[in-house]
């Protein structure tokens, strides 16, 4: 297979994910048996309607960036949504469909076009992405589990991988791993290099850059949570659970690590790229306030503990422990000896709890901010 370079923030990688990983995980949600998820990474032209629609994503995303590659499909029903899907990954629009359409498919795809989208409305935790949800469940009972993972597919081309919820992804793992159909879908769209993600063994960068190092630090509202880089994740064994909000290797996380136990979330540490940033927040922090409610120690942690997972940790603290969001940033920042490079991280956790910062440096730290160090503060 030919591989592609592409700008590792382009949003179409994103959206590229998010058909395949949307799929399947509408079909946990509409209830479907756990074979059918499978064969969702058993892309075939002649199979069941599982293996047919990953043959077909696989097509749109082999050809994304090849305006010459013709639609793919058995009728033309089938090739105007393949068509469609294409469109709605390369722009992150939905095109509503021609004329009359019929079928599981035909419905879903009408359902996604005509579903409203949400209003951002972070304090409500509403947002623009729950359309997602609320078109896989419309779909359902339009034409039932094969029509909600159509649409899952379309509506998960439309918002990304970002946008599919955790919950049901956790669940999702216990058949399939999320990260196969995400691995999946980029190999389509970029081909397989096996010294980049989402191939690459580890993504460790301990050995490259200072402050990937090893480096864990219990959550000042919450000792049973661990605040750390991926170096920790990968060497240490004090915990029952990972939230990954960084890229990981295929071998960073430990195996001991059950599958509904170690989620990957998608979140970039570069400003005006994440285009489901409350949603992805608030998500990382709902997981971790599930997986804790299990009764499990959970590694929470990104690539240098300094800027993603302080966001989230401090977010964490307040919808989960009690913490006031402002005192809960502060104090979570300097506990990791964090910092602000990339500041609507922070003004997002608090925007989820009605705080606006436009300024999050001058009002968390306005003496300036801490010194940069890998000796956790008290």
């Known amino acids: ?21 949307g799929a399947a995980t509408a079909l946990c ?22 293996r047919r629609l990953a043959w077909l994503v696989e097509q749109v995303l082999i050809g994304l960036d090849d305006d010459a590659v013709g639609a793919v499909g058995a009728d033309e029903q089938e090739r105007s949504w393949a068509l469609a899907l294409r469109r709605t990954v390369a722009e992150g629009v939905v095109v509503p469909p021609a004329g009359e359409v019929a079928g599981a498919r035909g419905g879903a795809w009408r359902v996604v076009a005509e579903t409203p989208v949400p209003e951002l409305v972070p304090r409500q935790r509403r947002f623009p992405c729950g359309h997602y949800e609320h078109a896989v469940r419309a779909a359902q009972v339009v034409g039932g589990q094969e029509a909600a993972m159509y649409a899952g597919a379309l509506a998960g081309a439309r918002w990304g991988a970002s946008g599919v919820p955790l919950a049901p992804q956790r669940e999702l793992a216990r058949q399939v791993a999320p990260r196969r159909l995400v691995t999946a879908a980029l190999a389509a769209v970029c081909g397989v290099d096996a010294d980049q993600w989402p191939h690459r063994r580890s993504m460790s960068r301990a050995e490259d850059e200072a402050g990937h190092e090893v480096f864990g630090v219990a959550h000042p509202h919450d000792a049973g949570v661990v ?87 401090a977010h964490y603290a307040a919808l989960a422990c009690g913490a006031e969001v402002v005192a809960s940033l502060r104090q ?6 964090g910092h602000l490079n990339n500041p ?29 160090t890998r000796t956790p503060r008290t």
């Not at 700008?7 to 994103?14: E, H, I, K, N, V």
């Not at 048996?33 to 990474?41: F, H, I, N, R």
Request: aromatic residues 4%.
């Open 227 to 313: 605040l750390s880089t991926l170096e920790y994740v990968r060497l240490r064994e004090d915990f029952d659970a990972v939230v990954s909000l960084c890229r990981v290797g295929s071998a960073d996380i430990p195996e001991r690590v059950a599958g509904p136990d170690r989620v990957e979330v998608w979140l970039a540490d570069h400003p005006g790229v994440n285009a489901n940033l409350h949603f992805v927040i608030d998500q990382a922090a709902q997981t971790v306030a599930a997986l804790r409610a299990e009764g499990k120690r959970v590694a929470l942690h990104c690539a240098a503990c300094q800027s993603r997972t302080p966001a989230v940790a």
């Open 29 to 50: 949600m509409a209830g479907a048996a756990p074979a059918q998820a499978q064969q969702l990474v058993e892309p075939k032209r002649e199979g069941g309607p599982a």
């Open 344 to 372: 609507e991280l922070a003004g997002t956790s608090a925007a989820l709890h009605g705080v606006e910062l436009d300024d999050p440096a001058a009002v968390l730290f306005p003496d300036g901010l801490p010194v940069l």
């Open 332 to 337: 979570v920042i300097e506990t990791v000896a």
């Open 1 to 21: 297979m030919i591989t592609r370079v592409w700008d590792r923030y382009d949003p179409r990688l994103d959206r590229s994910a998010g058909a395949l990983l």
